[in-house]
């Protein structure tokens, strides 16, 4: 058997591998960084990719199950990942397919009735509760956001949230797929609200919305993929991560722009509350004839270096970032 390499799939072996995966109801992912296929002489045997430190598309042709195939795939897919710096890797897959990851050394962090994720360590979520502060006493709530960039609508929210809560944690996405690093991010959300009480601003690390938790690749041509999705994220947020930490509400503001975010506040309005969080939308804060404070737009002005039309946008902090920092993208 012939195993190939790409970095990623293209042209032909890409057509091909994406066939292949729809005959095993798998869709491939563009965002997918490198992908092992293993063939015979009828064609694709076998075959796995990896989306930073994200196992996706295993699949293993029906006739050879039940071999070695799978397992080799994934040892390798973990290796690569490894010798690019992450220290430990996820695997989404169907709650059936448990007893063999497992016996490859993974381990459940979340499952809902459709979808299972598993990481290669035993306790990462647990290391990772144990760098989050713990309020003590109160009413206790969320937002978690991207914030590339913060801006005077995130602040606004914070400020409304504050009114219905006594204590707040902002979980700021980890991922660096944005127009400012994640560590700038973070860094800015915290000078944003260092003056509201109560407030601690924490990095959402791998456990929310993120490419682990969002598996969007899965189960191809239904229309419940985005939903499949967010159940796992939703489920994971509120009963390993809200409970634990004492949380009962999240936050978040009105999505006039985005269908996908307004569909997912929808998604938290009905799945949250089965698990004990309560969702609480607020309507945007609007720049005067600007429209609403969106982060959408605050990366296009700056990306033109419109700073006087920042101003009544985003904090100072914010701003003096911007000033002295230009997008990691530009255009996209």
Same mark, same amino acid.
């Given at each position: 058997?012939?195993?190939?390499? @790409? ?13 292949? #995966? ?60 490894? /010798? ?18 497992? +016996? ?17 360590? %035993? ?9 989050? %502060? ?38 700021? #996405?980890?991922? &660096?797929?944005?127009?400012? =690093?994640?560590? &700038? ?13 109560? !407030? ?16 969007? @690749?899965?189960?191809?041509?239904? &229309? ?7 159940? #796992? ?6 009963? +390993?991560?809200?409970? %634990?930490?004492?949380?009962? +509400? ?12 307004? +569909? ?8 949250? =509350?089965?698990?004990? !969080?309560?969702? !609480? ?35 100072? /902090?914010?701003?003096? @970032?911007?000033?002295?920092?230009? %997008? ?5």
């Amino acid at each position: 058997m012939m195993t190939e390499c @790409y970095a990623p799939a293209t042209g032909f072996v890409l057509e091909e591998l994406d066939q292949f #995966l729809q005959s095993m109801e798998l869709e491939y992912d563009s965002s997918i960084s490198y992908t092992i296929i293993k063939r015979d002489e009828r064609g694709i045997a076998a075959t796995g990719s990896l989306d930073g430190r994200v196992i996706k598309c295993v699949a293993v042709r029906p006739d050879l199950r039940g071999g070695s195939l799978s397992g080799e795939i994934v040892e390798a897919l973990r290796q690569q990942a490894h /010798s690019h710096g992450h220290e430990h890797v996820f695997l989404f897959t169907r709650p059936e397919t448990r007893p063999a990851f497992e +016996r490859m050394g993974f381990y459940t962090v979340e499952e809902t009735g459709r979808a299972l994720l598993m990481e290669d360590r %035993p306790d990462g979520l647990e290391q990772w509760l144990q760098t989050v %502060p713990r309020f003590s006493g109160g009413i206790v709530g969320a937002i978690v956001a991207n914030c590339d960039p913060i801006t005077n609508g995130h602040l606004y929210l914070v400020q409304k949230a504050k009114l219905l809560c006594d204590k707040l944690y902002i979980f700021v #996405l980890s991922e &660096d797929r944005g127009q400012i =690093p994640a560590a &700038d991010r973070l860094e800015m959300v915290r000078a944003a609200v260092k003056d509201i009480p109560d !407030v601690i601003v924490c990095p959402a690390g791998d456990y929310q919305i993120s490419t682990a938790t969002f598996p969007a @690749y899965f189960l191809r041509g239904r &229309d419940d993929v985005e939903r499949l999705g967010c159940e #796992l994220d939703l489920k994971l947020f509120a009963c +390993r991560i809200a409970a %634990p930490l004492g949380i009962s +509400r999240r936050f978040v503001g009105q999505e006039p722009y985005s269908p996908l975010t307004g +569909r997912f506040n929808m998604y938290m309005k009905e799945i949250l =509350p089965q698990y004990g !969080v309560s969702l !609480v939308e607020f309507s945007r804060l609007r720049a005067g004839d600007k429209g609403f404070v969106n982060a959408g737009t605050v990366r296009r002005l700056w990306e033109e270096q419109n700073f006087d039309a920042l101003v009544d946008m985003v904090p100072p /902090s914010t701003l003096a @970032y911007l000033q002295g920092h230009r %997008p990691l993208y530009g255009s996209r």
